[in-house]
């Protein structure tokens, strides 16, 4: 065991002098990890070297060389998303409103040093808190402007008032370009969907008085139409019922005229006969007396008359005596 204990001198590998050997390579190895850096496609660098900026223009994807004691500091360029949840604005009647905000953007080549050494703490931790106060504050102000009922109709309007304001803001304060600015989620207080609830129903039911306020003038006007229409019917009818009485009166009235007209002249024609007769009876009495006694003699039955003319004209009865 005290043999297990005893110092049994140098390593094998420093024995003959190989540690000769081995230490460069060592030191190369170290030299090798500790001086040479990668900066990915996405990404561009910049070197301090004991708190001051080694470079002036933003270093390049690729393998670059550096002293040990240098630090590199790199920042993405590529597109990238920054989102502000359940941010809460105002709109100018003081309704209160809960949007979600979505923003990409891109570093451009110029912006990288200032924003690696220029703003906040060295290297790119501080860069989404940098533009959180930026985006809430121009998102509130475009906000500030509008009325609370007409979001919703305006929202298109609104995110592109919002990504220019943004846009404008962060180019200025960071030299970072906007793509595109989205406004996710709106949500209103419960007090003004409430109000807006009872407004449409207001609404609606305004619609719906209308709505039978206009049915029952319609129905009103049919029924006007309908009374129209059959007071017309009568009215014709009535008419068509006079006028057949006129023109049955008028028959009437021609039918009678027409008979007495024949009756008259009927009786004209039969005494113009008659008279006729009598004259020519009178001429040939006058002519020749006979002809009374001839008539009677021609027209007696055979027996006798049983009344006679009295004085003044009066019929006497005539008595016979028997033999």
Known sequence: ????????????????????????????????????????????????????????????????????????????????????????????????????????????????????????????????ENLRPVVADRVLRVFARRNTIRISEEREQIANEARKEVSRAIMDLFGIEVIDLQINGIAYSPSFEQSVEAAVKAKNDAVQAENTVARMRYEGEQRKVTADAQASIEVTKAEGEAKARIARAQADKSASILEAEGQAQSIRLKGEAEAEAIAKIGGAVTANPQVVGYETAHRWNGQLSTTTLGAGGAALPVFTVGK
């Not at 496609?41 to 910049?46: F, L, R, S, V, Y």
Request: proline share 9%; with cysteine; hydrophobic share 45%.
């Open 1 to 128: 065991m005290l043999n297990a204990l005893r110092y049994n001198g140098p390593p094998i590998w420093m024995k003959g002098g190989l540690w000769k050997i081995a230490l460069p390579v060592v030191v190369l190895g170290f030299l090798a990890m500790n001086c040479f850096y990668v900066v990915e496609p996405t990404e561009m660098a910049g070197i301090r070297r004991f708190g001051t900026v080694l470079n002036t223009q933003p270093i390049p994807p690729g393998l670059h060389f550096k002293l040990p004691f240098d630090t590199v500091d790199t920042l993405s360029v590529s597109l990238d998303q920054f989102k502000l949840d359940e941010l809460t604005v105002y709109t100018v009647d003081n309704q209160s409103v809960t949007v979600n905000v979505s923003m990409t953007y891109r570093i451009p080549p110029d912006a990288v040093l200032k924003l690696l050494y220029g703003v906040g703490r060295p290297g790119d931790v501080d860069i989404a």
